[in-house]
C-alpha cells in the first residue's frame, strides 16, 4: 500500500477501503506520510467527497489515533454536549451545570477559542484559579460527586485530527463536510460519552452560512455517532444575529449567571432548554421531551442549577465568591456605549463582523499562540427587530486601548443595518436531527 495509489484512487472518485483510512491516517500521524502527499489527498477529497461509510472509517481512524477515555467508572449514561461556534456562545456555561442539576452525568471535553468564536475553557478561566487540566481520575470523581466536569482535550486524544486540521488550515481544505464532520466526531467519540448532543449553528456568524448546509452537517455527525453506537441528537440553531448580548469572555460569564439566575435573554434560555431536554432523555432521566423541560425550567428557576454551576467552579480550582458575586470578576478600562447615527429598526446585524470586532479588542486568537484578553469584548443594547432612535445606544464596548475602542466604534456601527419597516421574525430553532 503507498500514497500515490490511495491519492490517484480518490482523484478518480473511487471508495477508499477501511483498510486504506487506517493505513493512511496511522502513517500520517506517525510522520511517515509527508504534508505534501496528504494535502493532496485533502484536495481530492474536496473535489470528490466521502461516502458515509469512508467518512465513518476517518472518523473512527482519528479517533483511535490517540487515547481514548474510558469512563465506565462513571455512573449513570454520561452525556457530552458540542457547539460548531458562534458569537456570544456561552450556552455551555449554563447547559452544562442545569443538566447536572438534575443528576445527569455531564462529562464535557471543550477546546479553546481560535478567531472569533469563543471557547469555553477561555470563558471558564476568568475564574480566578479555575482549571481544565483534570486528571482521568479527577474527572471521573467530579461527575461522579458533583455530575459535572470540564476538561481540556488532552495532548494523545485524536492527535490525527490537531495534525490534520492544522493542515486543513493552511490548504483551502476546512471547509468540505466530510472533514468537518470527521473532525469533530473523532474527539468526542474519542472523550467516552455515550450520548451527544450537537448545537449545529447556522447563519451569518456560523461555520454554515445556511440551513440546507447545517442540516447535512448534522445529518453528517448524527449518522457517525450511531454508526458507532452512540446516542445522538442535533439541534440546528440560529446564528444570524449574537446569542444573547454579550461577547467576550467575562461578559459572557456574568451573562451565563444571570440565566442561571433565572434572568437571562430570552434566545439564550430557549437553546439551553431545547438542548438540555434531549440531553436529560439520553440518559433516561425523563420520558418524554415534556417532562425533560419542565424538570429543567424548575432548576434553573429554583436556584439549584445556580448551586451547582458555583460547586463546578469551586470544585476545578476557581473562586466561588467569584461565581456568586461575578462583579469581583477583571474588568475592562475602557467601557463605553456606541450611539447609533440613525432611527429606525434593526433590520440586520453582520454577526461575524460583531466577532471580529470582539477580536479585534483582543477578545479572540489570530493563532493559537496569541494572549488573549479575557475582559473585552460588546455588549448589545440592540438586536434584530428592535426600535432604535438617532443617538440611542446600539451597544457598550468594552476595551482597553483607546485606538482599539475607536476603530471598534467606527465598525460596530457599520455592522448594523437599520431600515424603516420593522423585520419579520425568525425563529432560533430551526431543525431538530435524531
Known sequence: MNMYDLIMKKKRGAELSCEEIEWMITGYTKGMIPDYQMSAMLMAICFNGMSTEETKNLTISMADSGDRLDLSEIRGIKIDKHSTGGVGDKTSLVLAPLVASLGVPVAKMSGRGLGHTGGTIDKLESFTGFSTSLSTEQFIRNVNDIHIAVAGQTANLAPADKKLYALRDVTGTVDQMSLIASSIMSKKL????????????SGDGAFMKD??????????????????????????SDMDQPLGYAVGNVLEVKEAIDTLKGRGPEDLEELVLTLGTYMVLMAKHAETAEQARKMLETALFDGSAFETFCRFVEAQGGQDKEARNPELLPKASIIREVSSIKGGYVEKIMTEEIGRISLLLGGGRETKESEIDLTVGIVLMKKRGDCVREGEPLAVIHANDEEKFSAAAERLRKAYLITDERPAQVNLIKNIIF
Open 190 to 201: 474519542a472523550s467516552g460519552a455515550d450520548g451527544i448532543v450537537l448545537d449545529v449553528k
Open 211 to 236: 440551513e440546507a448546509s447545517a442540516i447535512d452537517l448534522a445529518q453528517e455527525m448524527v449518522g457517525i455517532g450511531k454508526l458507532a453506537g452512540k446516542k445522538m441528537a442535533a439541534v440546528i
